[in-house]
């Protein structure tokens, strides 16, 4: 029987909040996250970080939801990591004194948390993030046991209306621009079912390995082992049944037994596999683009107007067919790789820079030169009968008090006079 999971929620309300408004330029729903976290598992506790003064308008909603709100004063420096300081520290504590909580949901989608989300797992406990595909760092989407896109959790995208209720809506007062928004900013549209088959391929093969019956339930799981940022709902699936159904139907899987039960088979491969596109093949259409906009980049440009110039500039672009739902997924994915720098911003939307790959970092400078030594003259060997250099270079006293030094040459050596025979005298 599988573990009842005891959720401990920890909201950082500051960041999330302005990742949502600058993505999909809606409201944060709170009362959406914890009923997706709901399926999850009982929420035992739920505590949300900000500085309330400033979000007066939330405070209701958080209220109403019985989330425990814990201000967070600014310092007069404007530190920026106040709440994630606090966060930790209370969801470490958690860890440590209440040992019926075994899972913990971090809704942020900063890649600060990742030292906190190593060190829950260390201490057993499940993991699960919350936050914006197009704003949550990669590095934390593929660290936790599961990622939950707030994209997955927005309205499903309604069908053309009839042409009477057209009509009937014409009719009816212009809505608002933050309506007219919320509006256009429904679930992005379905990626291509294909582009699952390498994770269920592979999870397929591992259950195969192991030598277990391939189950539904089974198969999700080690699915989101090999990959926590999955999501039936990034395929157009409202749950992981229906998705196996829609694999089925496409011919991708084997499926028997009844509702419920399902056992899920591969399907022998019929003709030569087509190798699987990695969302690192993305990047050079988007490096192209940066470069030959560089100018204009120094200032920082929204997302939307680099979305327009790699539409003009590559027409046959897709940025689906790599995996990426919408160009600020892939913008999120170019920022881990150093490629670009997006600043989410409440009223502009997302804001993209150049990253430090356009900018790297100035030579290091060579090392200081080591000082010369100067080389000590040895004293000079004092032969006998030769002058030294104290007496050669001796100081000479002048008129007028200065001295100089004038060389002083050595005296002639002397010739002997050769000396006299001495003259023998014969007696």
Sequence with gaps: MEEKLKLAVFIDFDNIEIGVKSTLHRDFDVAAVLDALKERGEIVTCVAYANWGRQESATRAMTEHAVQMVQRDPSPRGDKNGADINLALDALEMAFTHDHINAFAIVSGDSDFIALLNKLKQYDKRVFVLGGKAFTSTILQKNCHEFISYESLLDEPKPA????????????????????????????????????????????????????????????????????????????????????????????????????????????????????????AALPVLRDVLETHRMEMDEGVPAEALQEWVKEEHPDYDWKQYGFQEFGELLNYAQDKLVVRVNPHEEKGLMVNLGPEFHPPAPPEPPPEPPIEEEVEEPQPIVAGQPTAEEILKPVRRRGGRKTVEPVTAPAPRKRAPRRKKETVMQ
Excluded: C, W
């Design 161 to 280: 209306p009839p042409p009477q209720a057209r009509a009937a809506q014409q009719s009816q007062p212009p809505r608002g621009p933050q309506q007219q928004q919320q509006q256009q900013h429904r679930r992005p549209a379905p990626l291509d079912l294909a582009q699952a088959m390498p994770l269920v391929e592979r999870a397929l093969q591992a259950l195969e390995r192991r030598s277990v019956r391939p189950q539904l339930g089974l198969l999700k799981s080690t699915m989101l082992q090999l990959d926590s940022a999955f999501s039936e709902k990034a395929y157009g699936s409202s749950s992981f049944t229906d998705f196996v159904e829609k694999l089925q139907k496409a011919n991708f899987v084997h499926v028997t037994g009844g509702e419920g039960r399902y056992m899920i088979k591969r399907i022998g491969a019929t003709g030569p596999e087509k190798p699987s596109v990695r969302p690192e």
